[in-house]
């Protein structure tokens, strides 16, 4: 008896149907597997000490609108809540986020609901982001020669990526500072004479300068004068000076603030009075105080006035008062002599008489 040998051709064309048929039930029975929101995000450099991220989020659908229904973290730009995603091709949502230089990754996620068919379906994507790389600047240094043979050094790390460790030195000099990303460091002086300054970051020179006449280097002179009635400071500012600001504080009276720029002489003006003292001060420091001291002031002596009725030219008045009493006195006394002495006499003629 000869048996028919098995085919496998049957079973097989049966199983590869079969399969057919359920990839096609699932295609048709789960569209909700093409809907989905795309999010991406473009990372810019970091500057100040913070960097930017530029989100956009577009539909997967070109038939169909969808509706964002939540976003986290928080509102970005247009991505919120509600916000209507347009059909692909016909828009798309943005938004900035501004994130510290710190924070070296950046992620949003965003969930969309669409209607299709009288059925809901909702997808979350997500999207991140980090700073872009190669466009942080080296940290660098500024100088400014002073007229006094200074030098003052300012260190700048303001589209750095990370703190730095800059040192400043020079023949007798030597700071070490620390800048943190996105910041600088100033007012760092090196003393006259130092020689060439270096900035250094480990063994990199970032960095060097000397001193170098700054000009307009003339110094201001002032004086104090005190009149009999005021007290004045003048300030004079040469040709190659520079602008500059006093500030003059009474103990009586208000505070008068006067500027000089090159080549003018400016003055303030106080009412004398005893005791007045006023101290100049550039900025926050301070000069020593100046007092009101005039001289040759003292009142002059009274004059006897004319006596009335006309000028000197005329003819005395007779004398009277206390001195005209004392005279007429001393008259009457000499007359009550007289007549004393005259009748003793009389009597004694008679007496001699026969």
Not at 149 to 155: E, H, P, S
Not at 221 to 246: F, H, M, Q
Not at 322 to 331: D, M, N, P, R
Request: aromatic share 4%; charged share 20%; net charge negative.
């Amino acid at each position: 008896m000869n048996r028919k040998k098995l085919s496998l051709r049957r079973p097989t064309a049966i199983i590869g149907a079969a399969i057919l048929g359920l990839a096609a039930s699932v295609a048709l029975s789960s569209p909700a597997s093409a809907h989905h929101p795309i999010v991406s995000g473009e990372g810019g450099c970091i500057v100040n000490g913070q960097w930017e991220v530029n989100w956009t989020v577009v539909n997967s659908e070109d038939d169909l609108e969808g509706k964002v229904v939540q976003v986290q973290p928080g509102p970005v730009g247009d991505i919120v809540d509600d916000a209507v995603l347009p059909k692909s091709g016909e828009g798309e949502l943005t938004g900035k986020q501004t994130l510290p230089g710190s924070d070296r990754t950046a992620k949003l996620k965003v969930k969309v609901k669409w209607k299709r068919d009288g059925n809901v379906i909702t997808q979350w994507a997500d999207g991140e982001a980090h700073p872009r790389k190669g466009c942080a600047q080296k940290p660098t240094a500024a100088f400014q020669s002073e007229c006094d043979g200074t030098v003052v050094v300012t260190l700048d790390n303001t589209k750095g990526e990370g703190d730095v460790n800059l040192k400043v030195s020079a023949t007798g000099f030597e700071e070490t500072h620390t800048v943190p990303a996105g910041q600088t460091k100033g007012g760092i002086v090196v003393p006259a004479g130092a020689g060439e300054i270096k900035v250094t970051r480990g063994q990199r020179v970032i960095a060097t300068d000397t001193w170098k006449n700054p000009g307009n280097c003339g110094v201001p002179e002032d004086k104090v004068t005190s009149t009999c009635e005021e007290l004045i400071y003048t300030l004079i500012n040469p040709a190659d000076g520079r602008e500059v600001t006093v500030t003059l504080t009474p103990n009586k009276g208000e505070p008068q603030t006067i500027t000089a720029k090159p080549g003018e002489t400016v003055e303030a003006r106080f009412p004398g009075s005893e005791g007045l003292e006023v101290v100049p001060s550039v900025g926050d420091v301070k000069g020593d105080p100046f007092t009101w001291e005039p001289e040759d002031c003292a009142t002059p002596a009274p004059t006897t006035p004319p006596p009335p009725g006309g000028g000197g030219g005329g003819p005395e008045l007779p004398v009277t008062g206390v001195a005209a009493g004392g005279i007429a006195g001393g008259a009457l006394l000499l007359l009550a002599i007289g007549a004393v002495l005259f009748f003793v006499a009389r009597r004694r003629r008679t007496t001699f008489t026969a």
